[in-house]
C-alpha cells in the first residue's frame, strides 16, 4: 500500500516538475547578452557601442563542442559614428539575409528596431575560410545588425 502511495505521488508531482522545468528553459531561451564590450572587441571600427542586444552560439551549451563561435544581433552606435561611417566607407541599402534562424538566436527573433531603412557597406563585412563578419545598419535608429563567425580572429 505505501509503495503504491510513492508510485501515485510521484506521478502526480513528475508534470508539475516537467511544467516548472519548461517554464525556466523559456526563460533562459529568452536571454541574451547586454555588455557590449565583447562586441567592441569584436568590432573595433565601431567604436564605443551605447547598448546591445546579442547571443552566442556557446549560450546554453548543448554538449556538443565546437571551436566556431558565432555571435549575433543589435548593437546601438553612439550619436554620429554611422555619419562618420557612412562619409568613409560605400553603402547600399540592404537588409540583412540572416534570419536569426540558428537554435541560439531564437531569443532575437521579433527584436531589433521598428520599420529599419537598412544599409550595408560591403567593405566592412570580413570574410575568410574560418571566419565572417556582416553588418547592417538602421538609418533611423543607429543600430547595427551583425552575425559573425569566429569574431575574434
Known sequence: MERRRLIGVGVAVLPAWWTVRQVVNDAEERDWHTDTAPLERAFPLLGPLADAKWVSSRD??????????????????????????????????????ED???WFEK???????QNPQWIRSHEL?????????????????????????????
Open 125 to 153: 563585412d570580413r570574410d575568410g575560410s574560418s571566419y565572417s563578419t556582416k553588418l547592417w545598419f538602421d538609418r533611423r535608429s543607429d543600430i547595427v545588425c551583425f552575425r559573425s563567425l569566429n569574431p575574434y580572429g
Open 100 to 102: 536569426f534562424s540558428s
Open 60 to 97: 546554453n551549451d548543448r554538449g556538443v563542442p565546437s571551436p566556431e563561435l558565432v555571435i549575433s544581433g543589435f548593437a546601438r552606435l553612439r550619436p554620429g559614428k554611422l555619419a562618420r561611417l557612412t562619409a568613409a566607407h560605400a553603402f547600399v541599402s540592404e537588409a540583412p539575409t
Open 107 to 113: 531569443p532575437l527573433m521579433g527584436e531589433g528596431p
